[in-house]
């Protein structure tokens, strides 16, 4: 049992630096949307596109979800609600799994 004891494990821990990784990339998205870049230089274009493209799948996702609220609010808060479903799976379901890889020892 101890094969799946650290496959549980090291499932966890690249579950949890994955959700780690992607809080961060919507923290930068949100950061590089409030500064203005220059549209003729091509490498803060193509970073800005990166971190778009990187998080605008989950953010359209959770707008559709909640459309009723997007015309009530001028401020999008969609990135707030990410974190905080982020958060919640990295102490839900990450320590669910390290706490099963735990009892399977």
Request: hydrophobic share 60%; charged share 15%; net charge positive.
């Amino acid at each position: 049992m101890f094969i799946a004891s650290n496959f549980l494990a090291a499932l966890a821990r690249v579950l949890d630096m994955a959700l780690s990784l992607y809080m961060w990339i919507i923290i930068i998205a949100v950061i590089l949307s409030w500064i203005p870049l220059d549209p003729y230089n091509p490498t803060a274009q193509a970073i800005k596109g990166f971190f778009t493209k990187a998080t605008e799948p989950v953010f359209s996702f959770v707008r559709r979800k909640l459309r009723l609220y997007t015309y009530t609010y001028p401020i999008d808060f969609t990135p707030v609600l990410v974190i905080f479903a982020i958060y919640f799976l990295r102490f839900f379901l990450v320590q669910s799994l390290y706490d099963l890889a735990r009892a399977l020892q």
